[in-house]
């Protein structure tokens, strides 16, 4: 038998309710427990709320709206597929890092609001994320237009 041992409460003496025990069959994560197609399903569903949730970021809408030109473009400007899937790849990726930098900044600011140091690292290096994938992108692109009239 196990015994039990008192802790003392982290409110420094003040008497705690202990936390009501969870099931021990309840999952913590649903999805955790999910299979197959319904697992694919129910994460098609979560992946598409988080699009959503990113069009709501000015810089991310901007983006995809650039995306809608950019997508077609690249089939036009790629004179093979592997052309074409670098130049649209580079443009997906802006999109990629964008919902990523998104993503840390979010969870930095559920954290909390005050300054710190760490919580600026994190934002600022994500921030430079996007930027690099914007550097590839356009330097991608500049390089194929001038093959494309250029060379």
């Not at 802790?7 to 003040?14: A, N």
């Not at 592997?82 to 930095?108: D, H, K, S, W, Y």
Request: charged letters at 15%; one cysteine or more; hydrophobic letters at 45%.
């Amino acid at each position: 038998m196990h015994e039990q041992v008192s802790t003392p409460s982290p409110s420094f003496g003040k008497p705690s309710a202990a936390p009501a025990d969870p099931t021990p069959d309840a999952p913590v994560n649903p999805q955790k427990d999910r299979k197959g197609l319904n697992r694919v399903w129910h994460a098609l569903g979560y992946s598409m709320a988080g699009l959503r949730a990113g069009w709501h970021e000015t810089a991310f809408r901007q983006e995809a709206l650039a995306s809608l030109v950019l997508l077609p473009a690249s089939v036009w400007l790629g004179r093979n597929w592997m052309e074409t899937a670098l130049l649209a790849g580079t443009v997906i990726l802006i999109l990629i890092v964008e919902l990523l930098n998104t993503g840390i900044e979010t969870a930095i600011d559920r954290i909390g609001p005050e300054w710190h140091d760490l919580s600026k690292r994190a934002k600022d290096m994500g921030s430079a994320a996007v930027l690099l994938s914007l550097f590839l992108c356009a330097s991608t692109w500049a390089m194929a237009l001038f093959q494309r009239f250029f060379g």
